[in-house]
């Protein structure tokens, strides 16, 4: 028989429990103890795990006194008196125990996207010439709109303005509490359906315009285990020609054993110091490659979002004549565009994050 959501929700939770444990044993290891990056690590996904194990223990002790309301409710045995307080109990605790759920739902589909405050959105222009220019702009003031209903911060890092005041292109910072949370989805192509400001004849036309967004990107977090990760060989430093310039074992050979990248460091007749300025070396390159790896999986995610800027390639439909806004993952159809366009995404956004948090689920 197939797990539900719920069962499978709680045995991905248990193991985390178990994983927090182990990570406040470890803390408390005296031996770690003294190794305070090691313990800056620890303390850092400890923090993050107890975001969720602290309400999900909270769900156990109401999932444990609503199974032993249940049992005595359906105890015959049991004194009358406690039996009818049980059952007068079960109404309160199944709905405490819902509720938790749900709000762990929400924390566990939303823990890595909450986190994230800071974003970069992209609009451009696609098929439609200045019609599709004015349609871009229109989206722009759309986003900044509903930025403003939801007190994020707007910075304009780069615009091209088309003819007519429409625009080429925009690319936006946008920062706040739940900011990759509301905007998150917005990547894609957007169509509009409507009479242009220049059609004499009343012909509706359809332009396209294309979002790309993506989180602002950090400063990568170089976290390397050098026990695990990194291979290290040592051996004599030698001079020109093989003359031995050492007869200690000072020279350092570093692996990191992910990306093949080496170091090789025997400056210094002492091998400790010869070890530190190899791994501020190895620091140094790793960065750079993983630098480079975020940079060009932004970039692929962004060329995924823009698409061709083509009318077919389009998440959403915004028909002007018939105050509709269609939003086609998810089949939703509002009558609501004029308030759309001032901003007013809340209803589209939920359905969205509804959407997500479900496929999510299923997915644990």
């Known amino acids: 028989m197939a797990q539900s959501v719920d069962d499978k929700l709680l045995a991905?939770?248990?193991e985390l429990?178990?994983?927090?444990e182990h990570l406040d044993a470890q803390m408390a290891d005296p031996d770690i103890a003294i190794d305070h990056a090691r313990v800056t690590e620890l303390a850092k996904e400890s923090g993050k795990l107890r975001y969720l194990i602290d309400p999900y223990r909270a769900l156990r002790s109401t999932l444990n006194s609503l199974e032993e309301a249940r049992s005595l409710a359906h105890d015959s045995t049991a004194d009358a008196d406690l039996r009818e307080l049980a059952q007068e109990e079960l109404p309160d605790l199944e709905e405490k125990y819902n509720e938790q759920m749900e709000m762990l739902k929400d924390r566990v589909v939303s823990a890595d996207d909450a986190a994230i405050s800071s974003l970069i959105l992209e609009v451009r222009a696609g098929t439609g010439g200045d019609e599709a220019a004015l349609f871009a702009r229109d989206l722009y003031e759309m986003y900044l709109r509903f930025a403003q209903l939801r007190?994020?911060?707007?910075?304009?890092?780069?615009?091209?303005?088309?003819?007519?005041?429409?625009?080429?292109?925009?690319?936006?910072?946008?920062?706040?509490?739940?900011?990759?949370?509301a905007l998150g989805y917005e990547g894609g192509g957007h169509r509009v359906?409507?009479?242009?400001?220049?059609?004499?004849?009343?012909?509706?036309?359809?332009?396209?315009?294309?979002?790309?967004?993506?989180?602002?990107?950090?400063?990568?977090?170089?976290?390397?285990?050098?026990?695990?990760?990194?291979?290290?060989?040592?051996?004599?430093?030698?001079?020109?020609?093989?003359?031995?310039?050492?007869k200690t074992s000072s020279a350092i050979l570093l692996v990191h054993t992910e990306t093949g990248i080496t170091v090789s460091m025997q400056d210094e007749k002492s091998q400790h110091k010869?070890?530190?300025?190899?791994?501020?070396?190895?620091?140094?390159?790793l960065y750079d490659h993983f630098q480079k790896q975020q940079d060009a999986k932004l970039d692929s995610a962004r060329k995924?979002?823009?698409?061709s800027g083509d009318r077919s390639q389009r998440i959403r439909t915004y028909n002007f004549p018939q105050n509709r806004c269609?939003?086609?993952r998810i089949g939703l159809t509002l009558y609501?565009?004029?308030?759309?366009?001032?901003?007013?995404?809340?209803?589209?956004?939920?359905?969205?994050?509804?959407?997500?948090?479900?496929?999510?689920?299923?997915?644990?």
Do not use: C, Y
Request: glycine residues 8%.
């Open 151 to 181: 007190k994020f911060k707007v910075e304009v890092l780069d615009q091209s303005m088309g003819e007519m005041g429409g625009l080429k292109e925009i690319v936006l910072n946008i920062r706040g509490d739940g900011a990759w949370q």
């Open 274 to 285: 010869n070890r530190a300025k190899a791994r501020r070396i190895m620091t140094t390159r």
């Open 17 to 20: 429990s178990k994983r927090k």
């Open 326 to 328: 269609t939003d086609h």
């Open 336 to 364: 609501s565009l004029d308030r759309i366009m001032l901003g007013q995404l809340d209803e589209l956004v939920e359905a969205l994050q509804t959407h997500d948090k479900e496929q999510r689920l299923q997915n644990l």
């Open 304 to 307: 995924t979002m823009i698409g």
């Open 193 to 246: 359906q409507r009479v242009p400001e220049t059609e004499a004849q009343g012909r509706i036309h359809t332009s396209a315009a294309t979002v790309a967004v993506f989180p602002e990107p950090e400063e990568v977090n170089i976290d390397i285990n050098w026990d695990t990760d990194v291979e290290e060989h040592v051996s004599r430093s030698s001079g020109p020609g093989g003359q031995k310039v050492n």
């Open 12 to 14: 991905k939770l248990d």
